[in-house]
Protein backbone atom coordinates (compact mmCIF):
# COMPACT_ATOMS: atom_id res chain seq x y z
CA UNK A 1 0.00 0.00 0.00
CA UNK A 2 1.10 3.82 -0.65
CA UNK A 3 -0.81 5.73 2.12
CA UNK A 4 0.38 9.04 0.47
CA UNK A 5 -1.02 7.82 -2.77
CA UNK A 6 -4.18 7.12 -1.14
CA UNK A 7 -4.51 10.62 0.74
CA UNK A 8 -3.74 12.74 -2.56
CA UNK A 9 -6.73 10.59 -4.52
CA UNK A 10 -9.29 11.19 -2.02
CA UNK A 11 -8.52 14.65 -1.72
CA UNK A 12 -8.69 14.88 -5.29
CA UNK A 13 -11.68 13.35 -5.13
CA UNK A 14 -13.17 15.47 -2.44
CA UNK A 15 -12.08 18.43 -4.50
CA UNK A 16 -13.99 17.43 -7.47
CA UNK A 17 -16.85 16.67 -5.75
CA UNK A 18 -17.06 20.11 -4.28
CA UNK A 19 -17.01 21.61 -8.20
CA UNK A 20 -19.66 19.16 -8.94
CA UNK A 21 -21.65 20.62 -6.10
CA UNK A 22 -20.54 23.83 -7.47
CA UNK A 23 -21.92 23.37 -10.50
CA UNK A 24 -24.68 21.91 -9.59
CA UNK A 25 -25.70 24.82 -7.20
CA UNK A 26 -24.93 27.52 -10.05
CA UNK A 27 -27.59 25.36 -12.27
CA UNK A 28 -30.17 25.14 -9.50
CA UNK A 29 -31.90 28.33 -10.99
CA UNK A 30 -32.17 27.14 -14.48
CA UNK A 31 -33.14 23.63 -14.36
CA UNK A 32 -35.48 21.35 -11.88
CA UNK A 33 -33.54 19.55 -9.55
CA UNK A 34 -34.62 15.96 -11.16
CA UNK A 35 -32.65 17.18 -14.19
CA UNK A 36 -29.33 17.66 -12.42
CA UNK A 37 -29.72 14.44 -11.08
CA UNK A 38 -29.93 12.87 -15.02
CA UNK A 39 -26.87 14.73 -16.02
CA UNK A 40 -25.23 13.89 -12.88
CA UNK A 41 -25.85 10.45 -13.46
CA UNK A 42 -26.48 9.56 -16.76
CA UNK A 43 -22.57 11.68 -17.93
CA UNK A 44 -20.90 9.39 -15.39
CA UNK A 45 -21.75 6.80 -16.67
CA UNK A 46 -18.79 6.61 -19.72
CA UNK A 47 -15.88 7.86 -16.98
CA UNK A 48 -17.47 4.89 -15.14
CA UNK A 49 -17.69 2.24 -18.36
CA UNK A 50 -14.52 3.42 -19.50
CA UNK A 51 -12.51 2.84 -16.18
CA UNK A 52 -14.09 -0.62 -16.03
CA UNK A 53 -12.78 -1.87 -19.17
CA UNK A 54 -9.23 -0.44 -18.67
CA UNK A 55 -9.48 -2.28 -15.12
CA UNK A 56 -10.43 -5.63 -17.45
CA UNK A 57 -13.33 -5.48 -14.73
CA UNK A 58 -16.07 -4.88 -17.31
CA UNK A 59 -17.80 -8.14 -17.22
CA UNK A 60 -17.80 -8.08 -13.33
CA UNK A 61 -19.46 -4.65 -13.10
CA UNK A 62 -22.14 -5.76 -15.35
CA UNK A 63 -22.70 -8.53 -13.76
CA UNK A 64 -25.54 -8.80 -10.98
CA UNK A 65 -26.19 -11.48 -7.95
CA UNK A 66 -28.63 -9.94 -6.48
CA UNK A 67 -30.53 -7.02 -8.84
CA UNK A 68 -33.47 -6.03 -6.42
CA UNK A 69 -30.70 -4.98 -4.00
CA UNK A 70 -29.38 -2.73 -6.75
CA UNK A 71 -32.55 -1.23 -7.43
CA UNK A 72 -33.42 -0.15 -3.74
CA UNK A 73 -29.72 0.90 -3.17
CA UNK A 74 -30.04 3.04 -6.70
CA UNK A 75 -33.86 4.67 -5.08
CA UNK A 76 -32.34 5.26 -1.79
CA UNK A 77 -29.08 7.06 -3.23
CA UNK A 78 -31.05 9.05 -6.00
CA UNK A 79 -33.38 10.64 -3.34
CA UNK A 80 -30.39 11.72 -1.23
CA UNK A 81 -29.18 12.85 -3.90
CA UNK A 82 -32.03 14.78 -5.36
CA UNK A 83 -32.85 16.52 -1.88
CA UNK A 84 -29.16 17.25 -1.03
CA UNK A 85 -28.91 18.97 -4.52
CA UNK A 86 -32.08 20.92 -4.15
CA UNK A 87 -30.78 22.23 -1.04
CA UNK A 88 -28.12 23.41 -3.06
CA UNK A 89 -30.78 26.18 -4.26
CA UNK A 90 -31.58 27.15 -1.33
CA UNK A 91 -28.41 27.41 1.04
CA UNK A 92 -25.04 28.42 1.05
CA UNK A 93 -22.12 25.86 0.30
CA UNK A 94 -20.37 25.98 3.04
CA UNK A 95 -23.96 25.49 5.13
CA UNK A 96 -24.75 22.56 3.08
CA UNK A 97 -21.53 20.69 3.60
CA UNK A 98 -20.98 21.28 6.95
CA UNK A 99 -25.21 20.01 8.06
CA UNK A 100 -24.46 16.74 5.53
CA UNK A 101 -21.90 15.60 8.08
CA UNK A 102 -24.12 14.44 9.99
CA UNK A 103 -24.42 11.45 7.49
CA UNK A 104 -21.79 9.35 9.45
CA UNK A 105 -23.53 10.10 12.75
CA UNK A 106 -26.59 8.50 11.56
CA UNK A 107 -25.01 5.98 9.52
CA UNK A 108 -23.49 4.54 13.07
CA UNK A 109 -27.28 4.87 15.21
CA UNK A 110 -28.53 3.09 11.59
CA UNK A 111 -26.07 0.46 12.19
CA UNK A 112 -27.13 -0.27 15.38
CA UNK A 113 -30.64 -0.73 14.32
CA UNK A 114 -30.19 -2.53 11.16
CA UNK A 115 -27.31 -4.25 11.19
CA UNK A 116 -27.12 -5.41 15.12
CA UNK A 117 -23.58 -3.49 15.85
CA UNK A 118 -22.73 -2.90 19.32
CA UNK A 119 -22.83 0.93 20.06
CA UNK A 120 -20.84 1.58 23.59
CA UNK A 121 -20.61 4.82 25.31
CA UNK A 122 -17.30 5.89 23.65
CA UNK A 123 -19.43 5.94 20.12
CA UNK A 124 -22.25 6.84 21.39
CA UNK A 125 -20.29 9.93 23.26
CA UNK A 126 -18.72 10.92 20.15
CA UNK A 127 -22.28 10.95 18.09
CA UNK A 128 -24.10 12.69 20.63
CA UNK A 129 -21.26 15.64 20.27
CA UNK A 130 -21.07 15.48 16.37
CA UNK A 131 -24.70 16.17 16.16
CA UNK A 132 -24.79 18.62 18.20
CA UNK A 133 -22.36 20.24 16.36
CA UNK A 134 -24.72 20.00 13.43
CA UNK A 135 -27.34 21.75 15.39
CA UNK A 136 -24.95 24.86 16.16
CA UNK A 137 -24.66 24.87 12.51
CA UNK A 138 -28.26 24.98 11.46
CA UNK A 139 -30.13 27.10 14.52
CA UNK A 140 -30.02 29.96 13.07
CA UNK A 141 -32.03 28.29 10.21
CA UNK A 142 -34.32 27.05 11.94
CA UNK A 143 -36.56 29.90 12.15
CA UNK A 144 -39.99 30.18 10.41
CA UNK A 145 -40.62 34.15 9.15
CA UNK A 146 -40.76 35.05 5.46
CA UNK A 147 -37.77 34.03 3.90
CA UNK A 148 -36.17 32.37 6.65
CA UNK A 149 -38.83 29.97 5.71
CA UNK A 150 -36.78 28.70 2.69
CA UNK A 151 -33.63 28.29 4.62
CA UNK A 152 -35.86 26.32 6.42
CA UNK A 153 -36.70 23.89 3.80
CA UNK A 154 -32.92 24.02 3.18
CA UNK A 155 -31.95 22.38 5.95
CA UNK A 156 -35.24 19.90 6.26
CA UNK A 157 -33.61 18.36 2.88
CA UNK A 158 -30.29 18.64 3.89
CA UNK A 159 -31.15 16.16 6.82
CA UNK A 160 -33.03 13.91 4.42
CA UNK A 161 -29.86 13.51 2.38
CA UNK A 162 -28.00 12.41 5.13
CA UNK A 163 -30.48 9.97 6.27
CA UNK A 164 -30.64 8.88 2.76
CA UNK A 165 -26.91 8.57 2.49
CA UNK A 166 -26.68 6.59 5.49
CA UNK A 167 -29.22 4.13 4.80
CA UNK A 168 -27.06 4.16 1.30
CA UNK A 169 -24.03 3.29 3.10
CA UNK A 170 -26.13 0.41 5.51
CA UNK A 171 -27.29 -1.22 1.91
CA UNK A 172 -23.61 -1.37 1.00
CA UNK A 173 -22.46 -2.84 3.64
CA UNK A 174 -24.78 -5.68 3.17
CA UNK A 175 -24.44 -6.11 -0.56
CA UNK A 176 -20.21 -6.47 -0.17
CA UNK A 177 -21.47 -9.56 0.63
CA UNK A 178 -22.41 -10.65 -2.49
CA UNK A 179 -21.58 -7.70 -4.99
CA UNK A 180 -18.41 -6.48 -6.24
CA UNK A 181 -17.47 -3.06 -6.04
CA UNK A 182 -17.53 -2.12 -9.54
CA UNK A 183 -20.93 -3.38 -10.04
CA UNK A 184 -22.38 -1.61 -7.20
CA UNK A 185 -20.52 1.21 -8.69
CA UNK A 186 -22.14 0.98 -12.48
CA UNK A 187 -25.53 0.05 -11.25
CA UNK A 188 -25.96 2.61 -9.27
CA UNK A 189 -25.61 5.22 -11.64
CA UNK A 190 -27.90 3.11 -14.30
CA UNK A 191 -30.66 2.95 -11.47
CA UNK A 192 -29.85 6.64 -10.75
CA UNK A 193 -29.98 7.52 -14.28
CA UNK A 194 -33.43 6.02 -15.03
CA UNK A 195 -34.99 7.34 -11.94
CA UNK A 196 -34.77 10.70 -12.68
CA UNK A 197 -35.97 9.96 -15.97
CA UNK A 198 -39.32 9.63 -14.15
CA UNK A 199 -39.15 13.58 -13.03
CA UNK A 200 -38.78 14.49 -16.73
CA UNK A 201 -43.02 14.99 -17.42
CA UNK A 202 -42.72 18.01 -14.22
CA UNK A 203 -41.18 20.24 -15.69
CA UNK A 204 -37.85 19.69 -17.42
CA UNK A 205 -36.35 22.79 -19.71
CA UNK A 206 -34.07 23.41 -22.27
CA UNK A 207 -31.21 25.17 -20.25
CA UNK A 208 -28.48 28.20 -21.56
CA UNK A 209 -25.91 26.74 -23.29
CA UNK A 210 -23.41 27.83 -20.14
CA UNK A 211 -25.79 25.99 -18.27
CA UNK A 212 -25.67 22.87 -19.77
CA UNK A 213 -22.42 22.83 -19.75
CA UNK A 214 -22.14 22.89 -16.33
CA UNK A 215 -24.83 19.59 -16.01
CA UNK A 216 -22.39 17.76 -18.18
CA UNK A 217 -19.06 18.86 -16.17
CA UNK A 218 -20.93 17.96 -13.26
CA UNK A 219 -22.01 14.22 -14.70
CA UNK A 220 -17.91 13.94 -16.19
CA UNK A 221 -16.58 14.90 -12.75
CA UNK A 222 -18.74 13.18 -11.03
CA UNK A 223 -18.01 10.20 -12.07
CA UNK A 224 -14.29 10.98 -12.00
CA UNK A 225 -14.44 11.86 -8.47
CA UNK A 226 -15.90 8.67 -8.04
CA UNK A 227 -13.53 6.75 -9.39
CA UNK A 228 -10.82 8.41 -7.59
CA UNK A 229 -12.30 7.88 -4.31
CA UNK A 230 -12.79 4.09 -5.09
CA UNK A 231 -8.79 3.97 -6.37
CA UNK A 232 -7.59 5.54 -3.07
CA UNK A 233 -9.28 2.52 -1.10
CA UNK A 234 -6.74 0.44 -2.75
CA UNK A 235 -4.22 2.14 -1.74
CA UNK A 236 -4.57 3.06 2.04
CA UNK A 237 -6.72 2.03 5.03
CA UNK A 238 -9.86 3.33 4.92
CA UNK A 239 -8.89 4.92 8.71
CA UNK A 240 -6.19 6.95 7.05
CA UNK A 241 -8.15 8.69 4.54
CA UNK A 242 -11.58 9.10 5.81
CA UNK A 243 -10.46 11.77 7.83
CA UNK A 244 -9.81 13.89 4.71
CA UNK A 245 -13.65 13.66 4.31
CA UNK A 246 -13.51 16.64 6.30
CA UNK A 247 -11.22 18.95 3.77
CA UNK A 248 -14.63 19.33 1.93
CA UNK A 249 -15.60 22.46 4.30
CA UNK A 250 -12.35 24.16 3.37
CA UNK A 251 -12.93 23.71 0.12
CA UNK A 252 -17.03 24.58 0.09
CA UNK A 253 -15.77 28.01 2.28
CA UNK A 254 -13.24 28.19 -0.86
CA UNK A 255 -15.59 27.54 -3.39
CA UNK A 256 -18.70 29.38 -1.71
CA UNK A 257 -16.63 32.67 -1.15
CA UNK A 258 -15.19 32.49 -4.46
CA UNK A 259 -18.02 31.98 -6.98
CA UNK A 260 -20.88 32.72 -4.68
CA UNK A 261 -20.18 35.37 -2.39
CA UNK A 262 -21.05 33.12 0.25
CA UNK A 263 -18.99 33.71 3.64
CA UNK A 264 -19.50 31.21 6.68
CA UNK A 265 -20.97 32.64 9.81
CA UNK A 266 -19.54 32.15 13.50
CA UNK A 267 -21.92 29.35 13.91
CA UNK A 268 -21.26 27.59 10.90
CA UNK A 269 -17.22 27.70 11.82
CA UNK A 270 -17.81 26.61 15.34
CA UNK A 271 -20.26 23.80 14.43
CA UNK A 272 -18.01 22.53 11.27
CA UNK A 273 -15.08 22.13 14.21
CA UNK A 274 -17.18 20.38 16.57
CA UNK A 275 -18.65 17.90 13.96
CA UNK A 276 -15.14 17.37 12.48
CA UNK A 277 -13.93 16.51 16.15
CA UNK A 278 -16.19 14.31 16.52
CA UNK A 279 -15.88 12.37 13.22
CA UNK A 280 -12.11 12.16 13.82
CA UNK A 281 -12.87 10.32 17.30
CA UNK A 282 -15.48 8.15 15.79
CA UNK A 283 -12.92 7.00 12.65
CA UNK A 284 -10.20 6.80 15.53
CA UNK A 285 -12.62 4.21 17.52
CA UNK A 286 -13.30 2.50 14.20
CA UNK A 287 -9.78 1.60 13.69
CA UNK A 288 -9.29 0.29 16.79
CA UNK A 289 -12.09 -1.74 16.58
CA UNK A 290 -11.31 -3.04 13.56
CA UNK A 291 -7.92 -4.01 15.11
CA UNK A 292 -9.63 -5.81 17.81
CA UNK A 293 -11.39 -7.69 15.16
CA UNK A 294 -8.56 -8.59 13.07
CA UNK A 295 -6.89 -10.41 15.96
CA UNK A 296 -9.95 -12.19 16.83
CA UNK A 297 -10.85 -13.38 13.38
CA UNK A 298 -7.58 -13.37 11.30
CA UNK A 299 -9.18 -15.38 8.66
CA UNK A 300 -12.62 -13.17 8.59
CA UNK A 301 -12.95 -11.79 5.29
CA UNK A 302 -13.63 -8.27 4.95
CA UNK A 303 -17.04 -8.62 4.09
CA UNK A 304 -17.41 -9.68 7.71
Known sequence: MSPLSGIALKLTSVVLFTIMASFIKASSAHVPTGQAVFFRSFFAMPVIVAWLAMRGDLKTGLKAQRPLMHVWRGLVGVTAMGCGFAALGLLPLPEVTAIGFAAPMITVLLAAVLLG???????????????????????????????????????????????????????????????????????????????????APFGWTL???????????????????????????????????????????????????????????????????????AGGIIIWRERQLGLQRGKARPTMTPQG
Not at 138 to 166: I, K, Y
Open 117 to 199: ERLRVFRLSAVALGLVGVVIVLWPRLQFDGAAETAALGVALVLASAVMRSLAQIQIRKMVATEQTSAIVFYFSLTATGFSLLT
Open 207 to 277: PPAHVLAMLVGAGLIGGVAQILLTSAYRFAEAAVIAPFDYASILFAILFGYWFFDESPTSMVLVGSAIVVT
